[in-house]
């Protein structure tokens, strides 16, 4: 009779373990899924800034040359030049100027260490 007492503890022990365990996991999974959605959302909220901030700069330059050039359809022409220019130059760099950053930020958000928070 004690053994099969130790034995139907034991079980319950190990199903309780078992339930924590998948517990924690679920909440470490939940932890992570935020930190990497936020860390996107953010990325694309400062794209979004940022993609203004150039097609303002470029209407304004385009004006400025079109000044300059005393025509208006050629400061656009001109300023359509540089930004596929400025395109091209960011397609061949791709991998090393956007890809690799983005990775290892995710990479850091979902297996940065608990202890390891700075905010």
Do not use: H
Request: with cysteine.
């Amino acid at each position: 009779m004690n053994q099969d007492f130790n034995n139907e503890t034991f079980v319950d022990q190990v199903k309780e373990y078992v339930n924590t365990r998948l517990a924690q996991l679920k909440l470490s999974f939940a932890e992570k899924t935020s930190k990497v959605v936020g860390v996107m959302i953010a990325a694309i909220m400062l794209a979004l800034i940022f993609f203004l901030f150039l097609v303002l700069v470029c209407m304004a330059g385009a004006i400025a040359i079109g000044q300059w050039l005393e025509s208006f359809w050629l400061g656009f022409l001109v300023m359509a030049g540089i930004v596929l220019l400025a395109g091209f130059i960011l397609w061949t760099a791709k991998d090393r100027l956007i890809r690799r950053p983005i990775m290892n930020a995710l990479i850091k958000a979902m297996f940065d260490k608990e202890g390891n928070e700075k905010d």
